[in-house]
């Protein structure tokens, strides 16, 4: 491709919205154009890009046996209103009437458009397990876009949807795709992490779900992260255990304390002077279970911080806030001063697991300021239950014991579910078993962010230039520069871009009218791994062209009859 | 791919919606599916069709010069007031308010976000011209979506966009890209014809269009088309003239006929036992022009039918309509005996041009039952202009008199314009020229319906039995069936099938569970272009399998040896 004739503008300043690197860099080099909020146009260097993780996803699928299909991106209500998510998805569907009035939503995702293909086409379980996929756009109706391609309200993404007679056949292809997915964003030169992570209240314990993270500072995600076990989780899902706490153990009595004007874990814990972990903290919630509204009391560890998730999957309960002011009131609680012993409230009390039932804590005593000291959970409250509900922190051990946990930040590049039979079942979708009885088929959804991998790879791979493409996801893999005067080395360059496109590589000709400090400075921003060289100065002085390395910066010289093959040859192994 | 672990379904039901053979077998065959109304998702054997078209597509316009972008799908509403299209889209314009009030639509064509994108790129000549292409996700609200892929509401098309600073680059640009559509289709096995089409009312005259219609019974386009001269174009802006008549001429007096009761030509001239030329048609029509409304009497020959997209064009106007009843009698003509000659109203009055003005017709007298005989135009009438206003016939000659004309039906696949400023114009889009001074770039734009494209082909090449791909759009180059029992033959049949994957053939492997004739069907129906059978009875006597071609029915028969070369060759060679 001859820049001459090219269609490429790069830009010196940061758009306003441009709040992370990959954003930035991106809108900089000239790879996307902000259509409307949250929309963006793929220009021609930054659709190869996409296009080349498209092709990889693809290679990887039809290698794991899924077959790929196109959905229309619009579908209609009835399908939704079938699985009950006509409702029930939110604000992020994009409805839409169409002329004759009927309900049509933007796809945010195709379970039920897909479950519909299946139950016309399989009806045994003989042509099961079947896995589809498709690349196409998405949208889903952020409220505030952000990020670029990141967070875009339009989108490109990979899914792809499993269906299976039992768990096995489920777990089998779940464990092929996972494998597809390590090659996937191995091969686009990710450095990711796959973590366990949550399926929501209504999942059942037994369906797994992982999601695809990408390491990077500026991620949306917390990861939990253990090196020497390899446990990885996200932290909304993440379970791990305290390092081992030196508790207070007494058998004396519960005791008054006067803690006038302390209301914080940290005022009352200074004041005396006791390490928070042996106070405890108190939260009055709000679950609702189809009508029925319940006031919750829960209790951490005085310097833990509780996970509203794992809380909300423990109640499996449809709704759940933190009660406000005047319900703590109504309860009977006094705000500052909240805790478990000589309760007038009916809350359920819920302890977090991490709390060692027989140690004694300060706890708020339901009286303005007054803590009571020495209260031991097992001895002075009655009737609690205990659940993991704490959030995981650096330096915790994993649940074995065995490792330290580290926090990392990730961007969600691709997720994998196991569905289980609710949408084959809302879809009255049946299939033959192999003893003739109708049975729903089990399904999984896989997902990839399309769009948000190339987003990722800048993220992970740019320097203060400008980009550094993986060599696997560089919408060229070589950036070639012509910086000559005389007819003689013109043809000279051109005949070189014409054997390096003989010989198959992708290459990007800068042959417009501008200096090297112009034409360098668009290279590195645009970040291709290989740049090649012709400067006239230096070739009347050496006969040789430069090849630099955009990622490590190393430059050596290259006589033209060598360049084909050394330029393939770096093609073959940088990464 | 091998059919056991696939995902396909034949069907022997016709859909009842299913009119037209291409909509009929592709649902027969398993290749889409009906997701909504007007509204398809595309299942593994139709993708890989569509992809293929897509693929051609991409590689000529990489080949003429184009550069691949794609643009949002849902554009912001905007754009759209910018060019003062989102009043005059119509209602095939899908309109969409976001969760912050914002107007979106679904992109029914881009001419505005690819201005807007050339807008913030581009500012001189020097990068001009430019030609952007995109493969992506249309939707127009159809009415009556029918007809399967071929008026869909959502389909996939590539649109691209040229810019320019004069006439000429438009000129050649378009040309090139006429050459690139020419070699797309050719590619595609398409029989197609390049027609000059109607640019709508507001076109200059020196603004070339052209529709590329692929010939098919079924086709919803008429073509006027002359073999001999190679003169086509679409019926709607066909201009042709009319064989030799033997028009009346005479110097005789207007005279009064009585006509009581026959109202039509076809009435009036029996009962004068005259041909219908010798008499004129004459409708009363309506115009708009901004607030301005004109009466029209339009006079024909008699056996002519007005094209009213001509009348449109030549006068310009924004609305045109027939006149009702009321306002027939309104303007003091007597419907069924309407006519040019001593008229009270102030109508405009338009010849159409193959109307010998100097010779003598029947024509209404404006009062009941009443005709005038021997009305010369050109004596008997005031104020009138001549235009080209009748609908081609076959039968007519070319203008320049040298063949005749047939009409055939076609399929429009492919639209090209030359859109001048207008839109660069309405988006304040301007560039330097070579001058330094700024001017409004001249657009041009490119349009095919590529899943129309895949449909297309399949009207064109089918019978009764089911699709005939054409080489280049089959899903797969062979189907490859297995019909044999031993576990020698099988494993022989397995490894023919792994020698033709890695050979590079595009192979599916039909070892499915059932009996020669159950095979075969589907086989004809899905139509890939080569047919090999492993029959176990026929290979005990030979030692050979067949080799069927689709479109011929010819058979051959060829050792296991020779298979991948035979198979190679015929790939190679058929169409």
Known sequence: MRLSTGFWQTYKEVPADAEIPSHQLMMRAGLIHKTGSGLYSYLPFGYKAIRKVEQIIREEMDRAGAHEIHMSVVTPGELWKESGRWDAMGEQMLKIKDKGGRDLC??????????????????????LPVTLYQINTKFRDELRPRFGLMRGREFTMKDAYSFHVDKASLDEVY?????????IFTRAGLEFSAVEADAGAMADKDQKTHE??????????????????????????????????????TENVVEEISTPDKQ??????????????????????????????????????????????????????????????????????VKGYIGPHKLSSKARIIFDSQIDLEAAYVAGA????????NMIPKRDVENFDVADLRTACKGDLTLDGMGTVEVKRGIEVGHIFQLGDKYTKA??????????????????????????????????????????????????????????????NKKLANDIYQQLLDAGVEVVFDDRKAGPGFKFKDADLLGLPIQLIFGERDFKKDGMLEIRIRRSGESIRVAPVDIVTKIKELIASTK
């Open 175 to 183: 464990a092929r795709l996972f494998k597809a997915y390590e090659a």
């Open 106 to 127: 933007l796809s945010p995702t195709n379970e039920e458009a897909v479950t519909d293909i299946f139950r016309k086409t399989i009806k045994s379980y003989k042509n």
């Open 264 to 333: 914080t874990i940290e005022e009352v814990c200074n004041f005396l002077e006791k390490p928070q972990h042996q106070s405890l903290k108190s939260l009055v919630y709000k679950s609702m279970i189809g009508d029925e509204e319940e006031t919750l009391l829960i209790l951490l560890l005085g310097d833990d911080t509780l996970n509203e998730l794992k809380l909300e999957a423990h109640l499996k309960c449809d709704h759940l806030k933190a009660a406000v002011d005047s319900e703590i009131d109504h309860e009977g609680f």
């Open 427 to 488: 879809l009255g979708t049946t299939v033959l078993d192999n003893n003739g009885k109708t049975m729903s088929p089990l399904m999984g959804c896989y997902g990839i962010g399309v769009t948000r991998v190339v987003a990722a790879a800048v993220e992970q791979h740019h320097d203060e230039k400008g980009i550094i493409w993986p060599m696997s996801l560089a919408p060229f893999h070589v950036y070639y520069a012509e910086i000559t005067k005389s007819e003689e």
């Open 212 to 249: 695809f993270q990408v390491i990077a500072d500026t991620g949306e995600d917390e990861v939990i992260y253990c090196a020497k076990t390899g446990y990885a989780a996200n932290i909304e899902k993440a379970q791990t255990k305290r390092a081992p706490l030196d508790f207070f153990k």
């Open 366 to 373: 339901n009286k303005i300021d007054l803590h009571f000291g």
